[in-house]
């Protein structure tokens, strides 16, 4: 089945513990791109990423790191959480990134930063 | 830097009733516009695109979409709503300025169909 999974899909912890959510697709695509969700602001992109090791800046990258070493893969770092981090996190990759191409998303990750 | 914007942030309607939820962009250039819909507990998928040709442009379940370049809106309809529908949706675009790599998504629609 053709799908976005990521992990974990709940996680609450502390201000400063370094976490990282996977992601990683079945599908063979090269582009993968990270979002949160926040009540009233919809989705807003983060990082995305074209290909292997080609990575760019969404609208809302700071306190994020990413990394493409492969291509099903696209982990989202918190190197240093904080409560404002506080959100639904979605995956979502599409074929080669082509300005027609549908996005498909995984089922999201709720990160609560205490 | 392109921006979307949905003015109708929560619309409660009873089944049968006809939809329409507004999207309007910012940016005048060659865009790609979509919507998603989010059922409760289930994750993003497309419910319609718009990338080139006939600006009325029909989905999933019954959803159409018209793109006016002249007014930046990419409208979304529904003839006749069903209890099912009871979802989030979100506008979408891609394309110039930010390149069709960036994707700006607008702040969501919470439509509640009452049986």
């Known amino acids: 089945e053709a799908q976005v999974t990521q992990n974990p899909r709940y996680l609450i912890t502390v201000t400063g513990k370094k976490l990282t959510v996977t992601c990683s697709q079945n599908?063979?695509?090269?582009?993968m791109s990270w979002y949160r969700q926040d009540p009233g602001l919809g989705l807003r992109q983060i990082y995305y990423?074209?290909?292997?090791?080609?990575?760019d800046k969404g609208d809302v990258p700071e306190g994020y790191k990413v990394s493409r070493k492969e291509k099903r893969n696209f982990p989202l770092i918190l190197e240093s959480p904080s409560p404002n981090q506080t959100s639904l996190y979605f995956c979502?990759?599409?074929?080669?990134?082509?300005?027609?191409?549908?996005?498909?998303f995984g089922p999201g990750t709720r990160l609560t930063v205490l | 830097a392109q921006s979307v914007s949905q003015h109708n942030h929560h619309v409660i309607l009873s089944e049968a009733a006809s939809l329409e939820l507004g999207c309007n962009y910012s940016?005048?250039?060659?865009?790609?516009l979509f919507w998603y819909v989010q059922y409760p507990g289930q994750h993003l998928q497309l419910l319609l695109k718009?990338?080139?040709?006939?600006?009325l442009v029909k989905g999933i379940k019954g959803f159409e979409a018209e793109f006016i370049k002249s007014k930046f809106s990419f409208n979304l309809r529904k003839p006749s709503v069903q209890w099912s529908d009871t979802a989030e949706y979100f506008c979408?675009?891609?394309?110039?300025?930010?390149?069709?790599?960036?994707?700006?998504f607008g702040t969501g629609t919470k439509l509640q169909v009452i049986p």
């Open positions: 718009y990338f080139s040709g006939d600006p």
């Open positions: 990423s074209m290909n292997v090791e080609v990575t």
């Open positions: 940016y005048g250039g060659t865009v790609n």
């Open positions: 599908m063979n695509h090269e582009y």
């Open positions: 979408a675009v891609n394309g110039a300025p930010g390149g069709y790599q960036k994707v700006t």
């Open positions: 979502a990759s599409s074929d080669r990134g082509s300005n027609t191409d549908t996005q498909y």
